[in-house]
């Protein structure tokens, strides 16, 4: 069984910071591209950032130079630093993770419950 458990939503002034965080667990092999997608009321699930097991980063252009996406391989944790937060980036955000279990040799993706973000104006 594998989990990944998301942490550090919460509510914040437009202008402010938040810090996201994903935890992979379980009986894990390697995980290879992790990243965040999130989901405003009546939108469809879009990409923010992913990052490679190498730590190469693609971004969403909404959230460039503001967000940045990072990992701790031996922590199977995956991070997302977000600043100068605005309104429209209210939504709930989702960690996505490409894996292999020890079990099983083909990878398989797996998502996070997700954690609501809110930005007030």
């Known amino acids: 069984q594998v989990q990944l458990v998301e942490s550090g939503g919460g509510s914040v002034q437009a202008g402010g910071s938040l810090r996201l965080s994903c935890a992979a667990s379980?009986?894990?092999?390697?995980?290879?591209?992790m990243g965040w997608y999130r989901q405003a009321p009546g939108k469809q699930r879009e990409l923010v950032a992913t990052i490679t097991s190498a730590g190469s980063t693609t971004y969403a252009d909404s959230v460039k130079g503001r967000f940045t996406i990072s990992r701790d391989n031996a922590k199977n944790t995956v991070y997302l630093q977000m600043n100068s937060l605005k309104p429209e980036d209210t939504a709930v955000y989702y960690c996505?993770?490409?894996?292999?279990?020890?079990?099983?040799?083909?990878?398989?993706?797996?998502w996070g419950q997700g954690t609501q973000v809110t930005v007030s104006s």
């Open positions: 996505n993770a490409d894996l292999k279990r020890h079990s099983i040799l083909a990878v398989q993706n797996y």
């Open positions: 379980g009986s894990i092999f390697s995980i290879n591209a």
